[in-house]
């Protein structure tokens, strides 16, 4: 279906209990807030969504609000219903594609199904069956399912006769451990599987907003109530600071503009100079780009690999000690001494990981100390191979106790300038042991003539409040007012 885009959608799961609460307000509105879990480590790693497509778009009410949960950063997910009675489901509004869908009571054997609600045609006054078969692919497993037609009430608006996807089979680890139900694309029709109409458009042909536009709020603060907005017809100002600067969309599918040069600390990165793709993408917690500027800025701002990372920090503390033992030739027992003597605070992959990078630091000094290397010359051998070792999992890290002097990362667009600071594009993750932080950009090479391109994720819009205009063809950014 076209160029695959790497989601990089973290899905993360926790054993207690979420606490959802919703209430009326004298302005129609409904808003939800929830209790926030620390994000682990392990899910992070395991549930990497990968798309089809690169498409996007919206349209509701005249204003119609959908207030959305922020699941640490990484998941942006709100309420809709759909039958009559309203059948509640909890959605991911994904500007990145256009289908709507939603488990089925007939998904029976896809164990992520019964984690989650499922939708039952028989509980639906409305509900009509049309069953011509569909499969949404993705990277890491597929869903797949039937259409179906019925009502679909978002925020205070109903959609009569709305196409949507129930889901008879899901793949295991993505969506076993997502917080979200389903997925409510706002892309535009021509990406939509099957060519169903996309719900935002089902919006304006029915007469439900007097303009055409949305506009998304996505705020970055764990410690808020209110993870997010989406506003149909209409913005709301309390989200944003200063006026909207507007580019026009520029190829109809997906929410697709025109980037211009990417700064680190005011240096320009070369490649999209003279512009690049890139595609707004509300379903991704992540920034993707070309690799020759994703690896610019990860080396600028200190992100390595994991096992790389943790290499080094084992090397930095426990090196000058094992250098020590290793002169002193009193090797025998030390090793395991020296390590119960110390503290596995700080580690993000426990005390075995520890005791295995020990180990090859030792053999690689042992090696150097054979070739009468110096002090320094061996750590900074020791250094380089840290450098070297794979990563497994893709992802870099940073150090979190250097935040505050990494540089901020610019992205230039309309001849404007859109800087991104480490608090904004930087992952905070719980682990067993330790806080980690992961760099939120990562690789995605596309060739000519369709790439360079980038995907800009909600490390990106929750820093800016976006109006996507679908009746000036255009979208709009201002700063985001947390």
């Known amino acids: 279906m076209g160029i695959k885009f790497l989601l990089h959608a973290i899905c993360v799961w926790t054993s207690t209990t979420c606490w959802v609460l919703t209430a009326s307000t004298d302005d129609g509105l409904v808003r939800v807030s929830l209790k926030k879990q620390p994000l682990d480590l392990k899910r992070l790693n395991a549930a990497r969504i990968t798309r089809v497509g690169l498409e ?29 009675p309203s059948q509640s489901f909890s959605v991911v509004f994904d500007t990145a594609s256009s289908n709507l869908w939603v488990p089925s009571s007939k998904c029976l054997f896809s164990i992520p199904c019964h984690l989650h609600s499922k939708f039952r045609a028989r509980w639906s006054s409305t509900y009509t069956k049309i069953g011509i078969p ?7 497993g597929d869903v797949s399912g039937f259409f179906s037609l019925d009502h679909v009430k978002v925020g205070e608006i ?61 705020s970055g603060d764990l ?27 520029t190829r109809s599918g997906y929410w697709e503009i025109v980037v211009g040069d990417i700064l680190v600390e005011s240096i320009s990165t070369g490649v999209c100079k003279f512009g690049c793709a890139a595609i707004l993408d509300s379903g991704t917690p992540l920034i993707a780009g070309p ?25 930095s503390k426990y090196g000058y000690a094992l250098w020590n033992t ?28 520890v005791c295995t990078f020990c180990e090859m630091i030792v053999f690689w000094i042992q090696v150097q100390l054979k070739q ?44 404007k300038s859109f800087p991104l600071t480490p608090q904004q594009y930087i992952l905070k993750v719980e682990t067993s042991y330790s806080t980690v932080c992961v760099s939120g950009f990562v690789p995605l090479d596309v060739p000519p003539p369709r790439g360079p ?23 709009g950014f201002a700063k985001s007012a947390n």
């Open 223 to 249: 410690t808020s109530e209110l993870g997010g907005e989406i506003v149909f017809g209409g913005l709301d100002w309390r989200h944003f600071r200063g006026g909207h600067t507007y580019v026009p969309v």
């Open 453 to 475: 391109i980038w995907v800009l994720g909600d490390r990106f819009l929750s820093a800016y409040h976006t109006v996507f205009d679908f009746g000036n063809m255009r979208v």
């Open 56 to 84: 996007s778009n919206v349209n509701d009410q005249g204003a119609g609000v959908v207030y959305l949960k922020n699941y640490l950063d990484t998941q942006y997910y709100g309420e809709i219903g759909i039958g009559s």
């Open 291 to 315: 690799t020759q500027i994703v690896d610019q800025i990860n080396s600028a701002i200190g992100a390595e690999g994991i096992v790389s990372m943790e290499c080094k920090n084992v090397a």
């Open 134 to 140: 569909c499969t949404i692919n993705y990277d890491y």
């Open 158 to 218: 109903i959609v009569q006769d709305q196409e949507f996807i129930e889901i008879t089979r899901e793949a295991f680890v993505p969506f076993l451990v997502a917080k979200y139900d389903g997925i409510l694309g706002l892309g535009f029709p021509e990406i939509s599987v099957e060519q169903a109409t996309p719900l935002w458009f089902s919006m304006m042909q029915q007469g439900h907003i007097n303009h055409k536009l949305f506009s998304l709020w996505l």
């Open 372 to 415: 009468q290397k110096t002090k320094d010359a061996v750590f900074q051998y020791v250094d380089q191979l840290c450098d070297d070792l794979p990563n497994p999992i893709g992802r870099s890290f940073v150090n979190c106790g250097s935040l505050e002097i990494l540089p901020d990362v610019t992205f230039t667009i309309g001849n």
């Open 326 to 353: 290793l002169i002193s030739g009193k090797v025998s027992g030390r090793l395991k001494t020296l390590l119960e003597d110390e503290t596995m605070e700080g580690s993000a992959m426990g005390e075995s990981a």
